[in-house]
């Protein structure tokens, strides 16, 4: 695949290149894309969990209780 980008764009991608150790801009413009895939994944994440309903109410007794299953999970 190949993508023609105007000189100001080509220019930016060939400094995060240079500043941000990537080998080349096709390794630059991969992680783009892994990033946005993952950005939609966690939109698709949310947008799902809110469309499921009412959740539970997160007071002190909650993250309490969250906290005690967690401890016992490790401790076995």
Do not use: C, H, W
Not at 28 to 52: P, Y
């Amino acid at each position: 695949m190949n993508v023609s980008l105007p000189d100001a764009l080509k220019d930016f991608v060939e400094a995060q290149v240079g500043e941000r150790g990537y080998g080349t801009s096709s390794e630059f413009v991969r992680e783009l894309i892994r990033k946005e895939q993952a950005r939609s994944q966690l939109r698709a994440l949310v947008t799902d969990g809110l469309a499921s309903g009412d959740g539970s109410l997160l007071d002190d007794a909650y993250l309490e209780r969250l906290r005690q299953r967690v401890r016992a999970s490790t401790a076995e």
